[in-house]
């Protein structure tokens, strides 16, 4: 079946580093692709998607290409924040869209 | 506007017991989905509903089951509580049903089942 699976954690980074978390799926069709972020105190909320191959998605800075041929949708960003402390969380619609998978999550600590 | 707003926010019941929990979509929104997040761990899908109908249904025992109402809210029933079935569930709307459509998450209700 489907499934999505991302880079453990938790991971730290100092402030103004470059961040990759990966992520890679497994999907009969053609799913869309989702980054979610859960910033501490908080519910879960979108931060990008990226519904086709070579889509790119992007918000706040953070980036991700779906990538068909390496079945991959790793997020990334150029210089990280103490404010984007969270977890991350890949996730996957399937082809029917009827389905959804969610990968999990990798715990980000910005330190100053 | 409101998010969507979930309720209980906190409900500890016994093995063998029924629970049911309730969400209410954000205003204008007609999907509703249903996932389990244990802690540590991702959300897993449980139910999708739009218009009232089941879209989908993840991996989880008959003992689950799911209702969405003229009004587009949802109710969530689990029988049979195990101590299993401990965790934060996760209430989600969208405007419409599956694919690309972006989730709006609410803050879940914390089910105990001692």
């Known amino acids: 079946g489907d499934s999505v699976t991302q880079m453990e954690g938790p991971v730290t980074l100092s402030e103004e580093a470059f961040l990759t978390i990966n992520c890679t799926y497994t999907a009969t069709g053609y799913p869309s692709l989702f980054w979610y972020v859960q910033y501490p105190g908080e519910g879960l909320q979108l931060l990008l998607k990226a519904t086709k191959a070579d889509d790119k998605g992007s918000n706040k800075g953070f980036e991700a290409t779906y990538r068909k041929e390496t079945t991959s949708f790793h997020l990334e960003k150029g210089s990280v924040q103490v404010s984007d402390s969270a977890v991350y969380f890949c996730?996957?619609?399937?082809?029917?869209?009827?389905?959804?998978?969610f990968g999990t999550g990798t715990s980000l600590t910005v330190i100053p | 506007d409101a998010g969507v707003t979930q309720s209980p926010t906190h409900l500890i019941k016994t093995r063998g017991q029924h629970v049911t929990l309730r969400c209410s979509p954000i205003?204008?929104?007609?999907?509703v989905s249903w996932y389990q997040q244990v802690l540590g761990q991702g959300p897993q899908f449980i139910f999708q509903y739009y218009e009232k109908e089941e879209r989908g249904r993840g991996n989880f025992p008959d003992r689950f089951s799911a209702r969405q109402f003229p009004n587009y809210s949802s109710e969530l029933n689990v029988n049979a509580l195990l101590l299993g079935d401990s965790a934060l569930y996760l209430c989600?709307?969208?405007?419409?049903?599956?694919?690309?459509?972006?989730?709006?998450f609410g803050p879940g209700t914390r089910l105990t089942v001692t």
């Open positions: 996730a996957l619609s399937d082809g029917t869209g009827n389905q959804f998978y």
């Open positions: 989600a709307s969208s405007m419409l049903a599956g694919g690309p459509n972006e989730q709006y």
């Open positions: 205003s204008g929104h007609k999907s």
